[in-house]
């Protein structure tokens, strides 16, 4: 697409970072995006656009500006949940002293997963925890499905090793059971899930990031386990990382196609 030129280039944060894009299309059309600006922020990035291609002037959203002791804010994903009507915003945030940290993980990290909500991309609820399995967590992605949130998180764990997805089901966004189902993505370490319903079948991609590929699984009952890798049946853009995979008319990809 666009020749592999640049649609946006990153302007907020300290660092001005891009990174982790997440994108939901909300009920009138309009794309949001939201990234992780810089490794140790307190704040998130966001934008928006009609096409996909002609972006808004770019936002901060001090998601975690009022915790001092924030370490970081990585990894924000966008969920429109149409029973609430409000858009939430789910993020990964190491406050300093608050969790134990596993031993040997990376800068003593020990993430859990806080969110925010709006209707408007303009106020926005206090920020809460939002999940706390017991263990170090980010990368979370939410797909719902025949009434039920299909949740799909990385253990960050460093020791013993996880590195690794995980699913749990919920009936609500508000309380999510901290059971977790055993890992989806096999013994390479991984993060970023992105889910997507296609047919009949879940897809669940994410960034093998030490291996610098993508790769995926698909299944017609996830609760099951029941998996299906793709590794022959799909094709990755080169140098591609963690994003979002997510529905569009047509017409959008074409448009996106004929940018120059």
Known sequence: VQNDKIFLK?????EKLMRDPSIVQGPDGMFHMVW?????????????????????????IPVMAHEPNCQNCWAPEL?????????????????????????????????????????DFKSFAPTQLWYDPGFSVIDACVLKEGGKYQIFLKNE??????????????????KVPTTVSAPISGKEWAEGPSAIKIGKYTYVYWDL????????????????????????????????????????????????????
Request: one cysteine or more.
């Open 10 to 14: 990153p302007q907020v944060g300290k």
């Open 36 to 60: 992780t600006s810089g490794w140790k922020e307190n704040n998130i990035g966001y934008a928006y656009s009609e096409d996909l291609i002609h972006w808004s002037e770019q936002q901060e």
């Open 79 to 119: 969920f429109y949940d149409k029973t609430s009507k409000k858009f939430y915003i789910i993020w990964a945030t190491t406050i300093e002293g608050k969790y134990e940290a596993a031993p040997g993980n990376e800068d003593q990290y020990a993430h859990r997963l806080y969110y925010t909500t709006t209707k």
């Open 157 to 174: 764990n460093l020791n013993p090793v996880e590195k690794n997805i995980r699913m749990v089901t919920s009936r609500s966004l508000k």
């Open 209 to 260: 990031y030490r291996n610098h590929r993508y790769t995926g699984v698909r299944s017609k009952n996830p609760k099951k386990g029941q998996w299906e890798k793709l590794d022959d049946k799909i094709k990755f853009p080169a140098g591609m990382r963690h994003g979002t995979a997510f529905c569009v008319d047509e017409s959008v990809v074409y448009k996106l196609l004929e940018t120059e």
